[in-house]
């Protein structure tokens, strides 16, 4: 045990940052009991010093000078919770050069440079951590990283943006539109007053990008990822899952696998998909996170918990601070390992079972002329659904495992059919097994 304190500098004291100040302030004999370390706060920087700040936050502290924080050599580990691309990251560049170690929650700034932001921590000696940039307070990252280390993970599957989660599960449960459930979730402070990165799948794939970086060993960013989000999703489609079995998710997929020559190949994508009502991810509402982890010698795992929140995030940014803390009194780092690119499975190439609802005119042949064109394009029908009559007439099947590119012609093919009013819905089936 050491009474040397390890001194912080926080970047950000916002919904995360403070909830830091409270847990390194209100729990340090805790955690010097639990750890062998104290920490000091050293100074917080913020954009606005007039903002009103929590009573436990030391005003005395927070400086609007935020590269004062990283250049000063009385800091020994720079947090990083303020989030953006600019000026973060050359902060947290300066802070590696100056010599300190780094902890960040930014999921967007880690999908598009964490090699080369990992690189440069190797290169001065210094870690960076980043349990909280994916599904704030569930101990994933380092779970992936340090206990399944030498693990042949096949994947990882869950739930990592909380507010879609919300949405979704509002419209399962009260039978809400789309419009209605994102309404309340904004209504109650889980979708931010501009949605769009959660709804429209963004910031799930910064996290997809990061999962599969940590689980399979290979780089993989942002713009390897197929995204999808969950705006066009009905209340039709919701019931229409519901009847059948199945609850819509919007999941973060990482699959490794090898192509026809033995190569190792990479899947990620994010998108709706109806799951299993019995498998555990059904079971996950609201705004809470769970990720389901399938490795060769440990079988299935799943992490559970709050994907977001202040205090679960700060818990976790907690975790990687005693970590950098120890390593620093030691003189050791993390295994930071240059990684190579991913070899990543093209979107087109993927196979899914697919959901796929049409509006037809009720009338004669309409179903063998549909029937067609599923089977010209060897996409196989599992099975399907009439419900209403004549200019109500739906149709809607669900397929065998079928390749993207062909689920896609047959969808083309559909619409230029005099007799398809429209496609009123196509959303992958997630195969467990
Ligand atoms: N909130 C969550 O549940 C959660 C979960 C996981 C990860 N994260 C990640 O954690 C990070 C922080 O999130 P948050 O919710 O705490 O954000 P936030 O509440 O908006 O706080 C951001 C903080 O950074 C400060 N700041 C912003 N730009 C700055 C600049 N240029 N110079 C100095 N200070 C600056 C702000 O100062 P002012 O206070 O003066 O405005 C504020 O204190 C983000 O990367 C986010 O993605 C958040």
Redesign the pocket.
Known sequence: MSDNPVRVGL???????AELVKLLTRDAELIYAQTGERFEIASI????LD?ERPTWVDKALLT?D?FSVVADPEVDIVVE????IA?TRELIEKALVNGKSVVT????LLASASAELTQLARSVDRDIFFE??VA?GIPLIRSLRVSLAGERVRRVAGIVNGTTNFILSSMTEKGSSYEEALALATELGYAEADPSADVEGEDARAKAAILATVAFGRLVRSQDVYREGITGISAEDIDFAKRHGYVIKLLALCESGQDASGRDRIAVRVHPALVPDDHPLALVRDSFNAVFVTGDAVGELMFYGRG???LP?ASAVLGDVIDAAHNLRYGVTERQLEREVASIVPVEEMQNPFYIAIDVNDQPGVLATVAQVFGANMVSIRSMEQTGFDDQAKLVFITHPAPESSVAKTLDELRSLPAVRRVAGSIRVFDPS
């Open positions: 970047l950000g004291c916002g919904n995360v940052g920087a913020v954009r606005s903002r609007d935020a919770v303020m989030g953006g000026p929650a930014n999921k967007a909280a940039a704030g977001a929140g202040g995030t």
